[in-house]
């Protein structure tokens, strides 16, 4: 289990068990929140994929719902949907690797309270030639003296405890610590697996459940984007949702 008490400073890196989970959604809620308490927040992506140079991507979506406050930085844009190596490699443009990602951290965190690092697909797709990750992101940047955290996203039903669980033991062979899990997009008609993995998921990942962002949260109506996800995030991460009651209200029958 996580020790830390707080994840709305320092270093941040945010991934996912699989792609379309929810991250950059946790991300936005986490840096809403953040600049919410008065924190100075910066995002950074080290690849996005899947985005043509003038379309608007991940960070941008995080500043639509966040707030421009938020300082965004994107290393690498490839426009295949891809992994990031592969992508970079069908396009012809440069990989990233881990010691410009830790560097960037690096700098950004002497000027920001909170640097979010939201990677691309899961905790273990290839970034570069050599197959470095996001959690070797992670590791150089915890190798400069910093003390990065990870929030695993994690997708709502049947199929995501063993990539929750495999994600968990790839930090824990690293020495980087899992902050907790986030339900990326929790169903409006949750499933049985759905309601039974409030109470898996936290054991899979041998770390706290920390929220569940309801399905449809980027589009709340007149609902400012910042108290959906307060509603929705525990107080580790800036908001005021309720684990235990949360997996009670939703406790599946008999």
């Given amino acids: 289990m996580s020790t830390h008490t707080n994840c709305t400073d320092g270093v941040l890196f945010v991934t996912g068990t699989g792609t379309e989970v929810g991250k950059t959604m946790a991300t936005a809620a986490v840096a809403a929140l ?12 080290p690849g996005q994929t ?6 608007p991507g991940d960070v941008d979506e995080v500043l639509r719902l966040a707030g421009p406050a938020v300082h965004p930085v994107e290393l690498a844009r490839y426009p295949e949907p891809l992994a990031p190596d592969t992508a970079a490699r ?16 690096a700098e950004l965190a002497e000027r920001y309270d909170l640097v979010i690092v939201e990677g691309a697909g899961g ?29 695993l996203v994690a997708a709502a039903g049947l199929g995501t405890l063993s990539v929750t669980a495999l994600s968990a033991e790839a930090l824990r062979a690293r020495s980087v610590e899992l902050a907790g899990v986030v339900v990326g ?3 409006a008609d949750p499933d049985l697996a759905s309601r039974c993995n409030l109470a898996d998921l936290p054991a899979s990942a041998e770390a706290p459940l920390l929220g569940a962002l309801p399905e449809g949260v980027a589009e709340g109506g007149s609902t400012p984007f910042r108290l959906r996800a307060r509603q929705a995030l525990a107080p580790a991460l800036g908001g005021g949702w309720d684990a235990v009651a949360f997996a009670a209200e939703h406790r599946p029958g008999s």
């Fill in 185 to 187: 997009s929790w169903p």
């Fill in 34 to 45: 953040a600049l919410d308490a008065g924190r100075t927040v910066a995002v950074l992506k």
């Fill in 123 to 151: 905790l273990l797709v290839r970034y570069d030639e050599e197959g470095h990750t996001l959690a070797d992101m992670a590791v150089a940047t915890a190798d400069l003296g910093l003390h990065p955290r990870v929030l």
């Fill in 90 to 105: 069908r396009s012809g443009l440069p990989t990233i690797g881990p010691k410009q990602v830790a560097e960037t951290v």
């Fill in 50 to 55: 899947g985005v043509a140079p003038d379309e």
